[in-house]
């Protein structure tokens, strides 16, 4: 059961320091879930001090519109999903009840879809799914602040 906010939106469950959390059910709540995203990154740069790129903004944003979508696509029920800081980046946590683990198509720039988790790999610094008693916890890790030498997601090329 989601637990309706003041607002007639979803519950946080934790809100306090550099994380936050809240359940989504619902198709319609993917603009939740990224509106909680933009609001906990405006409140890490206003209250916090910490540096928040536009890159980071955007494609953490993303990276939640990308896992919600694919758990209520994909499994029946609710979803958890958490935002911490940790290591200058935002760790993206989304939990849902289906033990089937993602497919993680090759690039393939003809096919029509199924873009989405090829999209949150390319933006991450890193990607982990793990499949839990009751199903599955998928984490991408997105950095905070542009690397100074302009690599993107915080990536080193060798």
Known sequence: MVVEGQDGGPQL??????????????????????????????SLQAVHGLPVSKRAMGMIQLVVSELVTNARKYAPGPCLVSLDVRDGAVEVTVWDSSTTLPLILPPDPTRVGQHGLEIVMA????????????????????????????????????
Do not use: N, W, Y
């Not at 959390?21 to 990154?41: N, P």
């Not at 799914?129 to 690599?151: Q, T, Y």
């Open 13 to 42: 469950l934790v809100g306090r320091g550099l994380s936050v959390s809240a359940v989504f059910e619902g198709s319609e709540e993917i603009a939740s879930a990224r509106a909680m995203a933009r609001g906990f990154l405006t």
């Open 123 to 158: 933006t991450c610094r890193s990607f982990e799914v793990h499949r839990e008693p009751v199903g599955k916890r998928i984490r991408a890790a997105v950095v905070l602040a542009d690397d100074p030498g302009g690599d993107v997601a915080g990536r080193q090329v060798m």
